[in-house]
């Protein structure tokens, strides 16, 4: 009997677990925000110059502070290979820990999924048209490299318990800021690009959460967490100095002129800044907010 009431109570579980909405309604609003941030940054004319604005910037920067250029180097010619790294070991330890071969490969092929998305929509599915604000007409929407760093702090996210996500979401969060701040610096990217594949990863990182939920529900609930890798503080380190970088943002797009000759040095260096602060923002906050989705729908409610 008790065994019965067991399995029954294991079962009502699993059903919360997978309640379906959160998970919907979180893969929407990122699928929208991705389309929005397409359509002002590539699409509008108003957008396109913000962009490009900062991508010369970027360029300015590098022109005039050369010194700038090898520490971002450094950092970016080491992403792939400690970018792979991390995910591989990643996937190695949760396949030991958790004995699951399931779980590894369900987070491996959302991570490819995530790669493959963002290869298929920049080469094959988006344009960027020429309004005459930028030479290079060549889609670059989103970020690869952005990509490949964000999915392998997600690889780690989502392979660890839910006493742990807050912590791994505001490191990962740091490293995919480093990552795309980098790529701006170097002028390999427009913030905007980086943003998109911030959005592609988080996306993937919530189809992966699902199904992991799904076909791994032990490991991924949780009632009470007193836990100092779980505390709030993590959120709150996420999401307060996320917010706050995009606000800032926004008002330095907003209150700057456009540059259109490309020679005024201090307004884009103006932009540059910005598009910092844009980057950092949205890669803490979208952190911030994967962390919140995957714990409201892996905890598990009262009877």
Same mark, same amino acid.
């Not at 989103?142 to 979401?169: E, K, N, Q, Y």
């Not at 979208?286 to 409201?296: A, T």
């Given at each position: 009997?008790?065994?019965?009431?067991?399995?029954?109570?294991? +079962?009502?579980?699993? +059903?919360r677990?997978?309640?379906?909405?959160?998970?919907?309604?979180a893969?929407?609003?990122?699928?929208?925000?991705?389309?929005?941030?397409?359509?002002?940054?590539?699409?509008?004319?108003?957008?396109?110059?913000?962009?490009?604005n &900062?991508?010369?910037? +970027?360029?300015?920067?590098?022109e005039?502070?050369?010194?700038?250029?090898?520490?971002?180097?450094?950092?970016?010619?080491k992403?792939?290979q400690?970018?792979a790294?991390?995910?591989?070991?990643?996937?190695l330890?949760? #396949?030991?820990?958790?004995?699951?071969?399931?779980a590894?490969?369900?987070n491996?092929?959302?991570?490819?999924?995530?790669?493959?998305?963002?290869?298929?929509?920049k080469h094959?599915? /988006?344009?960027?048209?020429?309004?005459?604000?930028?030479?290079?007409?060549?889609?670059s929407f989103?970020?690869?490299h952005?990509? /490949?760093?964000?999915?392998?702090?997600?690889? =780690?996210?989502?392979?660890?318990?839910?006493?742990w996500?807050?912590?791994?979401?505001?490191?990962?969060?740091?490293?995919?800021?480093?990552?795309?701040?980098?790529t701006?610096?170097?002028?390999w990217? *427009?913030?905007?690009? =980086?943003?998109? #594949?911030?959005?592609?990863?988080?996306?993937w990182?919530?189809?992966?959460?699902?199904?992991l939920t799904?076909?791994?529900?032990?490991?991924?609930?949780? $009632?009470?967490? $007193?836990?100092?890798?779980?505390a *709030?503080?993590?959120?709150?380190?996420?999401q307060?100095?996320? /917010?706050?970088?995009?606000v800032?943002a926004?008002c330095?797009?907003?209150?700057?002129?456009?540059?259109? &000759?490309?020679?005024?040095?201090?307004? /884009?260096?103006?932009?540059?800044a910005?598009?910092?602060?844009?980057?950092?923002g +949205?890669?803490?906050?979208?952190?911030?907010l994967?962390?919140?989705?995957?714990?409201?729908?892996?905890r598990?409610?009262?009877r």
């Amino acid at each position: 009997m008790l065994k019965t009431m067991n399995h029954v109570s294991h +079962a009502r579980d699993g +059903a919360r677990i997978a309640r379906p909405f959160g998970w919907l309604g979180a893969l929407v609003l990122t699928a929208a925000a991705f389309a929005a941030a397409y359509w002002f940054f590539v699409l509008t004319p108003v957008g396109q110059q913000i962009d490009e604005n &900062t991508l010369v910037g +970027a360029h300015r920067y590098l022109e005039q502070q050369d010194i700038a250029r090898e520490p971002a180097l450094a950092f970016l010619g080491k992403l792939p290979q400690v970018s792979a790294v991390l995910g591989a070991v990643s996937l190695l330890v949760s #396949a030991l820990v958790h004995r699951s071969v399931a779980a590894p490969l369900i987070n491996l092929a959302g991570m490819g999924g995530a790669f493959l998305t963002t290869q298929v929509l920049k080469h094959a599915v /988006l344009d960027r048209p020429n309004l005459g604000i930028s030479e290079a007409t060549v889609n670059s929407f989103p970020s690869g490299h952005t990509t /490949l760093a964000s999915a392998s702090m997600v690889a =780690i996210f989502c392979m660890v318990t839910p006493r742990w996500r807050p912590l791994v979401a505001c490191l990962g969060g740091v490293y995919a800021a480093l990552a795309g701040a980098a790529t701006l610096v170097l002028g390999w990217h *427009r913030p905007a690009d =980086i943003v998109g #594949a911030y959005l592609v990863v988080v996306w993937w990182s919530l189809a992966t959460g699902w199904v992991l939920t799904l076909a791994t529900p032990r490991w991924n609930r949780w $009632r009470t967490l $007193r836990f100092w890798g779980a505390a *709030r503080g993590w959120r709150f380190a996420m999401q307060v100095p996320g /917010l706050l970088a995009l606000v800032a943002a926004a008002c330095l797009f907003v209150l700057l002129p456009p540059v259109e &000759t490309g020679e005024n040095f201090k307004l /884009l260096l103006g932009f540059l800044a910005a598009g910092i602060l844009m980057i950092g923002g +949205a890669a803490l906050t979208l952190f911030g907010l994967m962390n919140q989705v995957f714990m409201h729908q892996s905890r598990e409610r009262g009877r």
